[in-house]
Nanobody, 124 residues
């Protein structure tokens, strides 16, 4: 069982930055593949970035490539999402997710554990 708690969301102006954190309560956090998703009102949940258990491989959606960076600290049981050059269309609830797999996972259905989400609002 894994418990995930996101933090770091908030309101920011377009062009600004935020860093999201996801603290995991898990026996062996390093055994889990992690991902960041978001969901805007009226839209489907979207995968933004994913990272392998050791941080050695990552995936980014085209919509955030070059602006967002996913990283993890297995000693701290935490995964991060650094978000730069934010746009109004980045406004959404952001979720982290975990799967007991060691590869990078790029579909929502592959993740078994989800946090409650944190709101990010970007004003133009």
């Amino acid at each position: 069982q894994v418990q995930l708690v996101e933090s770091g969301g908030g309101s920011v102006q377009a062009g600004g930055s935020l860093r999201l954190s996801c603290a995991a309560r898990a026996r062996t956090f390093s055994s889990y593949s992690m991902g960041w998703f978001r969901q805007a009102p009226g839209k489907e949940r979207e995968l933004l970035a994913a990272i392998r258990w050791d941080g050695g491989s990552t995936y980014y959606a085209d919509s955030v490539e070059g602006r967002f960076t996913i990283s993890r600290d297995n000693a701290e049981n935490t995964v991060y999402l650094q978000m730069n050059s934010l746009k109004s269309e980045d406004t959404a609830v952001y979720y982290c997710a975990a799967a007991f797999r060691r590869t990078v996972l790029t579909t929502a259905g592959a993740y078994a554990y989800w946090g409650q989400g944190t709101q990010v609002t970007v004003s133009a």
